[in-house]
T-cell receptor, first 115, second 114 residues
Framework: GENVEQHPSTLSVQEGDSAVIKCTYSDSASNYFPWYKQELGKRPQLIID?????GEKKDQRIAVTLNKTAKHFSLHITETQPEDSAVYFC??????????????FGTGTRLTIIP | DAGVTQSPTHLIKTRGQQVTLRCSPKSGHDTVSWYQQALGQGPQFIFQYYEEEERQRGNFPDRFSGHQFPNYSSELNVNALLLGDSALYLC?????????????FGPGTRLTVL
């Protein structure tokens, strides 16, 4: 089955600087890669996603890049703010081609923004 | 437009007992997936329900079972509870039959097994 590895497990960044979180996946059939943000005691919230027919996607301060050949994808947060502090999870699935396939999650990155 | 809801919020059980957790999907969604999130870990897929049937299953024992009702809401049942079943149980809803893969999560049920 699919295996998703995520690094780093913790990341501290000065406010205003950029943060990068990296994930690798094992299943070459995976074609959907969402990123979720989970604040303490809250539900995971989708912040951005990318499909395998796209190499990069951006939404304001957040961007995701995908390298299908190397089987890795990354989350980039620019101009970080204190409210960006949370645990971030990457995930992978075979997506709609197989009918709402299960999500396989990474182990999470605890991001702390230092004021 | 209601989002995904779950009940109860918290639950405390003892080993050997049985528990039922409930989930109502986001309006317009017809598919419900259940995940277990242990403390400090990413969510692990338990199973997915569509058209009142289990469509996919993760690596969880038969003690974990579920059901989906005609209104698309779903239940997760866990029998013979073990200490290791203590976790946050999340349900996620989505819409099948489209190219949209997005799964939206509910707030979760925190289960503590003593």
């Amino acid at each position: 089955g699919e295996n998703v590895e995520q690094h780093p497990s913790t990341l501290s960044v000065q406010e205003g600087d950029s943060a990068v979180i990296k994930c690798t996946y094992s299943d070459s059939a995976s074609n959907y890669f969402p990123w979720y943000k989970q604040e303490l005691g809250k539900r995971p919230q989708l912040i951005i996603d990318i499909r395998s027919n796209v190499g990069e996607k951006k939404d304001q301060r957040i961007a995701v890049t995908l390298n299908k050949t190397a089987k890795h994808f990354s989350l980039h947060i620019t101009e970080t703010q204190p409210e960006d502090s949370a645990v971030y999870f990457c995930a992978a699935s075979r997506g709609a081609n197989f009918g709402n396939e299960k999500l396989t999650f990474g182990t999470g990155t605890r991001l702390t923004i230092i004021p | 437009d209601a989002g995904v809801t779950q009940s109860p919020t918290h639950l405390i059980k003892t080993r050997g007992q049985q528990v039922t957790l409930r989930c109502s999907p986001k309006s317009g969604h017809d598919t419900v997936s259940w995940y277990q999130q242990a403390l400090g870990q990413g969510p692990q897929f338990i199973f997915q329900y569509y058209e009142e049937e289990e469509r996919q299953r993760g690596n969880f024992p038969d003690r974990f079972s579920g059901h989906q009702f005609p209104n698309y809401s779903s239940e997760l049942n866990v029998n013979a509870l073990l200490l290791g079943d203590s976790a946050l149980y999340l349900c996620a809803s989505s819409l099948s039959g489209t190219t949209t893969d997005t799964q939206y999560f509910g707030p979760g049920t925190r289960l503590t097994v003593l």
